[in-house]
T-cell receptor
Framework: AQTVTQSQPEMSVQEAETVTLSCTYD???????LFWYKQPPSRQMILVIR??????QNATENRFSVNFQKAAKSFSLKISDSQLGDTAMYFCAFMKAYSGNTPLVFGKGTRLSVIA | DAGVIQSPRHEVTEMGQEVTLRCKPI?????LFWYRQTMMRGLELLIYFNNNVPIDDSGMPEDRFSAKMPNASFSTLKIQPSEPRDSAVYFC?????????????FGPGTRLTVL
């Protein structure tokens, strides 16, 4: 079975600064996907970024980027130029890659507060 | 395009009552997932469907829980009888099968409170 660990229950960052959220996972699979989802106080789960394990290049989406270390089974999220709207719970998630879709396995989340 | 639609957004009921949660996936999506979010256990899969057929229901906690998908545009999650420990946020998510596994898109969730 796969497990996802987020070791930082809470973090805070000053507005406009950079913050990195950690995630490690355990799997015996060779092909998989990794995701970061954001859950603001509205409760909506919003996809932030995804990474295919077969790709060596780290994914980026505007101010969000990841540091994917496959050998170390690490998948951290970096948020640059933090904004007040980035305040939310952030969940790291794992998905096995098969010909069909499979369920997500989530970490427990990191609560991020952006301070003005 | 409309996203995943869930109803109701909030449900408050008394122990022993039947509760039905509803989900409409994104049009054209082949997969539908039901997740539950609690403080103690985080986000966990309950059941998922592919082309309206249940694929894995190993996450359904007990026989009080049942889920159906009668057609491609509708699914229900039913709890009968409900208990206070069922209080949680229930999410529905859908995704499209393609050459590469697609992203799951989540509905707004239903917050269930069982008194």
């Amino acid at each position: 079975a796969q497990t996802v660990t987020q070791s930082q229950p809470e973090m805070s960052v000053q507005e406009a600064e950079t913050v990195t959220l950690s995630c490690t996972y355990d799997t015996s699979e060779s092909n998989y996907y990794l995701f970061w989802y954001k859950q603001p106080p509205s409760r909506q789960m919003i996809l932030v970024i995804r990474q295919e394990a077969y790709k060596q290049q780290n994914a980026t989406e505007n101010r969000f980027s990841v540091n994917f270390q496959k050998a170390a089974k690490s998948f951290s999220l970096k948020i640059s130029d933090s904004q007040l709207g980035d305040t939310a719970m952030y969940f790291c998630a794992f998905m096995k890659a098969y010909s069909g879709n499979t369920p997500l396995v989530f970490g427990k989340g990191t609560r991020l507060s952006v301070i003005a | 395009d409309a996203g995943v639609i869930q109803s109701p957004r909030h449900e408050v009921t008394e122990m022993g009552q039947e509760v039905t949660l509803r989900c409409k996936p994104i049009s054209g999506h082949d997969y539908l997932f039901w997740y539950r979010q609690t403080m103690m256990r985080g986000l966990e899969l309950l059941i998922y469907f592919n082309n309206n057929v249940p694929i894995d229901d190993s996450g359904m906690p007990e026989d009080r829980f049942s889920a159906k998908m009668p057609n491609a545009s509708f699914s229900t999650l039913k709890i009968q009888p409900s208990e206070p420990r069922d209080s949680a946020v229930y999410f529905c998510a859908s995704s499209r099968q393609g050459v590469f596994t697609d992203t799951q898109y989540f509905g707004p969730g239903t917050r269930l409170t069982v008194l």
